[in-house]
């Protein structure tokens, strides 16, 4: 929780920066930005699993938490900002996307049968070695690809930079259209932190093992990478707002399912949808906020939907589900997590019944 509460300012702060920095150098600024959440982020990691002599464990955990969870988000945020930014059409967005899920099942492959030999303490080689492999892409990929037109970068300062994010602030609140999206976002935000920090625990006291859990993940990317594929399709065809009506249903079919489960293996059953809920999330919220969000606040915009759906919804889920849990047990967290997520999608369906999202081409 702790994660999650610092993790909205700290994200905010560095894409503000990393958008004013993207206005007077171009788009290396993000990605220069990128890279040092990455080194935090693996320092972090590497501190909390180091025995100190004299604070205790809790509070070695607590302390590296903090950056660990701000530096995490913030680097999603700043990837979409960059990827969106490199496209000459958003809605080829999730086709770049897939490349991550095939690192996904990878690691979902194989860490979970070496974390059954070898124990957790694998984490503790795989970080730095992902590390380095992002430290290494960077240096291959070079320059971003696009570049902001240069009258933009010689016209736009930091006061104005300042300003558009306020005048964006407002007008995200603006409209009952808008801010049921964001509502759906975090009602979605807790209910997926439920899947992502406690799931595999419940796994578990099923009798997964870790093997299992890491083929939970296999299975999930086997159903994003083809809708990652076609996504300018599915875009097309079903538009943002269906994307969301389908992660939205698929996620509370889902979390109920696992409630149903008689042992282990059984899960893996559900997790199809888990990968279809990723992905029509991935797919409708990175091509709202581009349509909502002008260019040159585009880390912002991402960082404000983080903010919200990885700040407040795990916070949230975090702080409650510790607490469900113990006073009601994993299956009644889980089907109160289905009904929350229905009441957000429905309330964003009533909002937007008759229009989509409206789109703003610029607040500067």
């Known amino acids: 929780a702790a994660g999650s509460i610092s993790a909205p300012f700290f ?31 693996t320092v972090a990691f590497a501190l909390q699993s180091m025995r100190w002599a004299g604070p205790s464990l809790f509070w070695t955990m607590l302390v590296c938490r903090i950056p660990l969870a701000s530096c995490t988000t913030t680097c999603a945020s700043l990837l979409d900002a960059i990827t969106v930014q490199g ?43 992902a590390a380095l492999s992002v430290g290494v892409a960077l240096v291959l990929a070079g320059r971003p690809p696009q570049r902001l037109a240069e009258d933009t970068l010689a016209s736009l300062t930091t006061s104005r930079t300042s300003r558009g994010f ?14 049921s999206f964001f509502v759906f976002a975090v009602t979605l935000g807790v209910g997926m932190v439920l899947v ?6 419940y796994f578990r006291e099923l009798g997964s093992t870790y093997f299992v859990c890491g083929m939970s993940v296999v299975v999930t990317v086997c159903f994003e990478i083809p809708l990652f594929w076609v996504s300018r399709w599915l875009l097309d065809t079903l538009g943002s707002r269906g994307l969301l009506v389908v992660g939205g249903l698929c996620y509370s079919f889902r979390v109920i399912g696992y409630t149903l489960c008689p042992g282990g293996a059984w899960v893996l059953i ?29 880390a912002t915009g991402q960082t404000f939907l983080q903010s919200l759906r990885g700040g407040v919804g795990s916070t949230l889920g975090n702080l409650c589900g ?21 009441l957000g999608l429905l309330f964003y369906l009533a909002a937007n019944h008759r229009r989509p999202v409206p789109t703003m081409p610029s607040v500067m």
């Open 11 to 41: 994200g905010t702060y560095v894409n503000l920066m990393a958008d004013h920095l993207t206005l007077k150098h171009g788009p290396v600024a993000r990605v220069a930005c990128f890279g040092g959440c990455v080194v935090i982020a």
């Open 87 to 129: 496209l000459s059409d958003r809605r080829l967005y999730s086709q770049e996307r897939v490349f991550g899920a095939y690192g996904w099942a990878l690691m979902g492959l194989f860490l979970g049968r070496l974390m059954d030999r070898w124990g957790t303490r694998v984490m503790h080689v795989c970080m730095p070695l």
């Open 196 to 201: 992502e920090n406690l799931l595999f625990m």
């Open 166 to 179: 306020l005048q964006l602030l407002k007008y995200y609140l603006s409209s009952i259209a808008l801010v």
């Open 270 to 298: 559900f997790e199809p949808m888990h990968g279809v809920t990723y992905a029509a999330w991935q797919m409708a919220s990175v091509e709202v906020m581009a349509s909502i969000t002008p260019p040159e606040l585009a």
């Open 322 to 342: 510790g607490l469900v849990i113990q006073a009601y047990g994993e299956a009644t967290l889980y089907r109160g997590a289905a009904g929350l997520v229905m």
